[in-house]
């Protein structure tokens, strides 16, 4: 079952009470994949949707990867 904005916003916040977390992973997907796996998303390589009907994408601020 996808997530739905409203549970999104919900579990989001929990993830931003938590403060700095470290990523899980090295690398350019590691925070894509820390922020999955703290919503309990489980990991794809694909572009389906995560959250009603958008896929979630996340990238450090300082970095110079696309976003696709």
């Known amino acids: 079952m996808k997530m739905t904005i409203e549970k ?5 916040q ?3 009470d938590m ?3 470290p990523s899980r992973r090295r690398g350019p ?9 703290l919503l ?3 990991e794809n390589n694909d572009a389906s949707p ?6 979630l994408k ?4 300082d970095s110079n ?3 696709t």
């Open 50 to 55: 995560d959250i009603d009907g958008a896929e």
């Open 29 to 37: 997907t590691g925070i894509g994949y820390t922020l999955e796996t």
């Open 65 to 67: 990867n696309l976003i």
């Open 19 to 21: 403060g700095y977390i």
């Open 8 to 12: 999104f916003k919900e579990e989001f």
């Open 58 to 61: 996340a990238h450090r601020s």
């Open 14 to 16: 929990k993830i931003k």
């Open 40 to 42: 309990g998303i489980a």
